[in-house]
């Protein structure tokens, strides 16, 4: 049983409304939940969530964009390594580029006419990469406290790597770590997200697991060490001026301070910037305005 952190009636809402899928890669699986049906629907609207969080993310999100239009195919995905999906095989550490791969398997799953990309943080960033590369499959972009892929000056390659190493090194050293109840896990992520536990409670449940008389992440490890590289800002700004279709930036007012000024900074056109009340997961503080928000976006699609 989980913690009472997790209220009955919200999982059984999220049963009722939503399906649990798997679609296979080459070398694992992804799971999702899923609204709707992908080959009825004009329409189709990926979530791909933040780094170290899963498809949980956006149940709240998801819920309120179906109550406004819900003729639409939503789908948000756990990615490798995260929630219930694979891990990745071997001594893999998830390079970033890898997950331009994994949403490239994906995609052929969805509607044929029309694809809309959500991605929050991490999500965000595979998102504005994948819309670049393949902007024949992306009809539309909103991204929620995320804009560019990550860089940094040539000159700090030589830390990256050297910091990257050690941080793979410390990972084979140190054992996991296990809570001895699911409401000390919900309380240790509130604290550190600075969110309410009711809003990163599902989140939780998702991703973590029981083994012997201890919860422990259901996340790969891996996932916590550190790039051996990152790419440049120059390559960043090529990426997002390859970024072709309607887009939108969602950010907290108490999110990443950056943001706006990366957006006017790194492409000549700069995307539509949206502040809502929260932090670095307003979606969760806020997920009727950001659903607004997403619906808005896709109406500017179908114009």
């Known amino acids: 049983m989980l913690d009472e952190t997790i209220s009955s009636e919200s999982v ?3 049963e009722s409304l939503f399906s649990e899928t798997t679609y296979d890669l080459a070398d694992g699986e992804l799971s999702a939940v899923e609204i709707g049906d992908a080959q009825s629907a004009e329409t189709t609207i990926v979530f791909l969530h933040g780094w170290l969080d ?3 993310s956006f149940y709240s999100v998801m819920e ?4 406004l239009a819900p003729q639409y195919h939503l789908c948000a995905i756990d990615l490798p390594g995260h929630g219930m999906s694979s891990n990745k095989l071997g001594s893999n550490f998830y390079l970033f580029h890898d997950y331009i791969d994994d949403i490239y398997q994906l995609m052929p799953n969805f509607s044929p006419n029309k694809r809309i990309l959500v991605g929050h943080s991490l999500g965000a960033l595979i998102s504005a990469c994948y819309s670049a590369a393949f902007p024949e499959q992306v009809s539309g972009l909103v991204q929620i406290e995320g804009y560019a892929p990550l860089s940094e000056a040539p000159e700090e390659c030589v830390t990256r790597l050297r910091e990257g190493v050690i941080s793979r090194h410390q990972y084979r050293s140190v ?3 296990g809570y001895d109840c699911v409401k000390t896990a919900v309380r240790h992520r509130a604290q550190v997200n600075k969110i309410a536990p009711a809003l990163i409670s599902p989140v939780i449940e998702r991703g973590i697991k029981q083994v012997g008389d201890l919860w422990y992440w259901r996340s790969d490890g891996k996932l916590k060490c550190d ?3 990152r790419l440049s800002p120059m390559h960043a700004k090529q990426i997002m001026e390859q970024v072709t279709c309607p887009q ?3 950010i907290g007012d108490e999110g990443f301070p950056y943001l706006p000024q990366q957006c006017r900074e790194l492409t000549e056109n700069p995307p539509e910037v949206f502040t809502i009340e929260g932090g ?3 979606h969760l503080e806020q997920p ?3 659903a607004e928000l997403i619906l808005g976006l896709v109406n500017q699609t179908q114009q």
């Not at 309120?64 to 109550?67: L, P, V």
């Open 64 to 67: 309120a964009f179906h109550a």
């Open 248 to 250: 939108r930036v969602i």
């Open 280 to 282: 670095h997961h307003c």
């Open 175 to 177: 054992p996991a770590r």
């Open 227 to 229: 790039a051996l590289y």
């Open 12 to 14: 059984s809402a999220e």
């Open 288 to 290: 009727e305005q950001v």
């Open 54 to 56: 899963n498809a949980a």
